[in-house]
Structure formats: C-alpha cells, structure tokens
C-alpha cells in the first residue's frame, strides 16, 4: 500500500491560486501514476489530473489552462491552480494508482469566494 497525505489547501478569493502537495510513503515503486480528483458537496468525485510513472499529462477540460500537475520526485506530486473559481470549490484528494489498486489521502478542503 502507499500512504499519501494532502497540504496546501484553504481560503481564496476568485481569481487567485492555491498549490497542493501529495507526499507519498510505503511502496512507492509500485506506483504507475498519481492525480489530483475533487468532490464537490452533493457531487460525484471527479478527476482534476493524472500523472504517470512516464511522464504523461491528463487534465479535465475544467482545469485546462488554470491548474499545472507536476511532481519532483517519486514521492511527491504538486497541483498549482491559478485564476480560480468558485465552481473549483472542492475537497482535493491525491490518488496513487498500482496495479493492485488505487490509494487515496484524506482530502484537503479547497474553498473559492466570489
């Protein structure tokens, strides 16, 4: 299993950016792509952007051109989200995809006032 915690998230007012961290821990070889998902209140969660093991980019065509997923290492993956809207308003969740599964951190709360 891989083990992932959240920062970063908080209060912004439109317009403004926010950048979220996702360090992961334990069987981090086993990981073949990390992302960013959020989920609304009364929604379904969603993806925001994957990363692969290869460098691969994916993005929901919301965030296209606002949010940058990156990642420095192995371990750790960093959302950057500019000009942000109230409809972006979500709790972020960092995602670990193995073969064997998918592990999840505990969210962290994105909030955007207009």
């Known amino acids: 299993q891989v083990q992932l915690v959240e920062s970063g998230g908080g209060l912004v007012q439109f317009g403004g950016s926010l950048r979220l961290s996702c360090a992961a821990s334990?069987?981090?070889?086993?990981?073949?792509?990390m992302g960013w998902y959020r989920q609304a209140p009364g929604k379904q969660r969603e993806l925001v952007a994957t990363?692969?093991?290869?460098?691969?980019i994916n993005y929901a065509d919301s965030v296209k051109g606002r949010f940058t997923i990156s990642r420095d290492n192995a371990k750790t993956v960093y959302l950057q989200m500019n000009s942000l809207k109230p409809e972006d308003t979500a709790v972020y969740y960092c995602?670990?995809?193995?073969?064997?599964?998918?592990?999840w951190g505990q969210g962290t709360q994105v909030t955007v006032s207009s």
């Open positions: 995602c670990a995809a193995r073969v064997r599964g998918r592990d």
């Open positions: 334990g069987s981090i070889f086993s990981i073949n792509a």
């Open positions: 990363i692969t093991s290869g460098g691969s």
